[in-house]
């Protein structure tokens, strides 16, 4: 059986510390109703006030914590940035990197990715890797070129062995926070075209290792699109997090299929 892995992006939610204990009993009940039977894994990306609480207070099989963003080196006179070792002494296992909030509002670029990802895998967190044309690269046909450029300059001097640690989330802009759904074909598309350039680069034995995901607003019933056809290894879901129900009812479903 294949480990589905779901990836809840809080974003800078649950700002107040009544939201932050409501939504943990929520999800706690909900999450009840999840068999463990080796079929998912979640990740919740907690802002990072939230994450020394979620780590005392949500503890369960297959179930970790992650933030939404590090810095891109460990230590320093960085006023107001976070350690990827800060984040990791406070319960977290994973970051995203990359998300097109943060390339859009905080004009993040491929080399930094870059260096967050190599930071990251030195502090013992995972990367989640988000990758992802915007609409209008999309209407000029450059899907494929973005994800190219995005995909290798991310990876540049990583080597074999620390790449089969990164999760890469394929996010076209386009859907993030719009509800406007790709199709399958889509999907499937960019996903082929991400396990040809991790085969150039790594290998066939390395790039089957590293996991794809899809992002974007994702629901319930988008699922089975994500699933069958282009067969992703699993989603990062935003909105949708944000409701513990429907978040369970994604990990139910995806899990199952
Ligand atoms: C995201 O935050 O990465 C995301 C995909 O958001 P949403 O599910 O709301 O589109």
């Not at 002494?89 to 993040?108: L, N």
């Not at 082929?192 to 350039?197: A, F, N, P, S």
Request: charged share 25%.
């Amino acid at each position: 059986m294949t480990t589905k892995i779901i990836v809840g992006n809080l974003k800078m939610n649950l700002i107040t510390l009544s939201e932050r204990d409501g939504y943990l009993k929520l999800l706690k009940s909900e999450i009840k109703k999840l068999k463990n039977d080796g079929s998912w894994e979640l990740i919740l990306c907690v802002p990072f006030v939230h994450l020394d609480f979620f780590s005392k207070n949500l503890k369960g099989k297959n179930i970790y914590l992650g933030v939404q963003n590090i810095f891109w080196d460990e230590r320093g006179s960085f006023t107001g940035e976070i350690s990827p070792v800060m984040a990791r002494e406070c319960g977290a296992k994973y970051s995203i990197v990359g998300h097109s909030e943060r390339r859009r509002y905080f004009k993040e670029n491929d080399q930094e990715v870059n260096k967050k990802i190599k930071v990251a895998i030195q502090s013992q967190i995972t990367p989640i890797m988000c990758i992802g044309e915007t609409s209008d690269e999309r209407k000029e046909g450059l899907t494929k070129d973005v994800i190219s450029r995005q995909l290798l300059d991310g990876l540049e001097g990583i080597l074999p062995l620390q790449s089969e640690k990164i999760i890469i989330a394929y996010e076209p802009v386009w859907s993030v926070g719009s509800d406007i759904e790709p199709e399958s074909n889509e999907i499937m598309e960019v996903r082929i075209l991400v396990r040809k350039l991790l085969t150039q680069k790594y290998g066939e034995a390395v790039a089957g290792k590293v996991k794809v995901l899809y992002g974007g607003s994702v629901k319930s019933k988008l699922i089975k699109k994500v699933c069958f056809n282009p067969q992703m290894d699993g989603v990062l879901v935003g909105r949708e997090s944000l409701v513990p129900v429907n978040l369970i009812e994604i990990v139910q479903s995806f899990s199952q299929c």
